[in-house]
């Protein structure tokens, strides 16, 4: 039996300095110094009340600009074709994003953040907070990730994106 | 400028031992020797290909039991009521699950799980692997969170499920 398809509304936006997707950073950690704005609509505002608390927070979003889903990637970081769900490209059967990134502070319904991988005017679906307790796992293998050596995926990672203050 | 709404389709379904929200484990991390199985539909098992690699992976899912969204609530771990972004209960916007759950092994389209706090029948919206290089976040501050003794997060987080092989 199929599922019934599920229909969400963004609660906000994302502006960053982002405006390509071929310039943008792949994954936060080597976006340090990318600053962005989230932008929640005023009716949501008040779900944000205490998240200042939290250093780090994930955000989920929708791949706006993702072309159509493929099953098998070429992911940034590698020369051999994997399966979709084994990396985080954008073209997923569901485009669904998600992004650890860096709370500096909140102005009522404006987040301050770095280490922003993401799209300019990227469509924000959920807030939820990163916590050491719940998300910072001890893993026993990475996959096709262990293979490679950390200072080549800093060098395709971080790619050829503008610095800047939003 | 509201973006317009998104609409996806499960991919596969998640199958567990928890049949009840209220005896639920409420995070992985307590979930440990929950078992769970992911079935991804047919026609998206291709894009499984190299996740058995992977030790830990992350599920993102529709709460398809969660009541009408609030934008402030109560924590299972908490008795203070705080915004719903600042929290990881169902009951959001959006309602939105993600959950960082143990990879035992793949069968085709099957995945075998480990730490599962996920309710029997979930509709899953995609697959992600969860790396050190990207997912291990030292953070600085874990919110609210950060005032509870671990002691009184595992009594309350792990609740009364039961423990089965599915």
Known sequence: MRGASVKYMPIGVIHSC????????IQPV???G??????????????LTDLEGFSHI????????????????????DEVERGVFAARTP????????????????????LFLDSV?????TPLLDIKPYTARFDRIDTLSNGWQDALSEKAVAERSQREYKRSDL
């Open 18 to 25: 982002h405006t390509e997707a071929k310039a943008t950073p």
């Open 30 to 32: 080597y976006a340090a």
């Open 34 to 47: 990318c600053a962005g704005r989230a932008e929640i609509f005023p009716e949501y505002a008040e779900g």
């Open 58 to 77: 994930y955000l989920l979003y929708h791949f706006h600009k993702a072309g159509p889903p493929r099953l098998k990637v070429k992911p940034f970081l």
């Open 91 to 110: 073209f997923r059967p569901n485009p669904l994003g998600l992004s650890i990134v860096r709370l500096l502070r909140r102005e009522g319904n404006l």
């Open 117 to 121: 991988d993401i799209l300019d005017g």
